[in-house]
């Protein structure tokens, strides 16, 4: 497990992901919550995807990404996603999605990816949903 995630943020260009302890909602110790902002895009999918890979590797299973602020994401970035998605699940774990922007959701939508990532409203109904 990672022993100190309190300073855990990667930036790229405007992207940013910053790992948030959640005082009201325990997560295991196999799971990380980030916040991410900024575009998701060609240029930092792959520091996205670099990051996370390090995390799987050294034990976490279960990855929460909150959305909100993220205001763009290309093929790229849902190929992360996706891909992170389709290694976690041979691990039986998983990435879910918090509270997409308006304009990830409409991405989402329009490549019926909605339907194959788990996305929820908040934090909170993500970690208790089975």
Known sequence: ???NWSDYTVESGDFKMEVLHQKFVP???TAVYFELSGEINLYNSQVMKE???ILISKG???IFLNFEQVSYIDSS???VC????SRLMKQHGYIRIISPSEKVRYVLELTKLKSLLQIFP???QA????
């Not at 996706?82 to 998605?85: D, W």
């Not at 970690?127 to 089975?130: G, I, L, S, T």
């Open 27 to 29: 997560l295991a110790e």
């Open 122 to 124: 908040t934090l909170e």
């Open 82 to 85: 996706l891909g992170i998605h």
């Open 60 to 62: 976490i299973s279960h």
């Open 51 to 53: 990051n996370l890979e």
């Open 77 to 79: 970035g849902l190929g």
């Open 127 to 130: 970690v208790q949903a089975n």
């Open 1 to 3: 497990m990672i022993e």
